[in-house]
Nanobody, 128 residues
Framework: QVYLVESGGGSVQPGDSLRLSCAPS????????MGWFRQAPGKEREFLAA???????????YYADSVKGRFSISRDKATNTIYLQMNSLEVDDTAVYYC??????????????????WGQGTQVTVSS
């Protein structure tokens, strides 16, 4: 059973930055893309960013409009690790952040159903 290991969450103040990391338990598990989602209390799980293991040097990243320009997704092919750099954090960014992996097509890469594997989630709290 493949599982995803996330790290990097924590409590910060508005305007601070955090970097989340996610790596699979198995080096080769057939997922063509990985992504980040978040879920705040009482809300649905929300897409943030996704990246493909192919797609040239940048991995052809996808972003939700709500985080474009503040969040950046990247990948390290050597370690099968993806990162989510989060800058200028706001109180509304408070949520549990999840890493996901799978083989989404273009129409599902921004959706929960596009991913087969999920991490356990890491809490990010932004407060003053």
């Amino acid at each position: 059973q493949v599982y995803l290991v996330e790290s990097g969450g924590g409590s910060v103040q508005p305007g601070d930055s955090l970097r989340l990391s996610c790596a699979p338990s198995e080096r080769t598990f057939g997922a063509h893309a990985m992504g980040w989602f978040r879920q705040a209390p009482g809300k649905e799980r929300e897409f943030l960013a996704a990246i493909r293991w192919s797609g040239g040097s940048t991995g052809n990243p996808y972003y939700a409009d709500s985080v474009k320009g503040r969040f950046s997704i990247s990948r390290d092919k050597a370690t099968n690790t993806i990162y989510l750099q989060m800058n200028s954090l706001e109180v509304d960014d408070t949520a549990v952040y999840y890493c996901a992996a799978g083989n989404p097509i273009l129409s599902t890469i921004r959706t929960v159903r596009g991913y087969r594997y999920w991490g356990q989630g890491t809490q990010v709290t932004v407060s003053s």
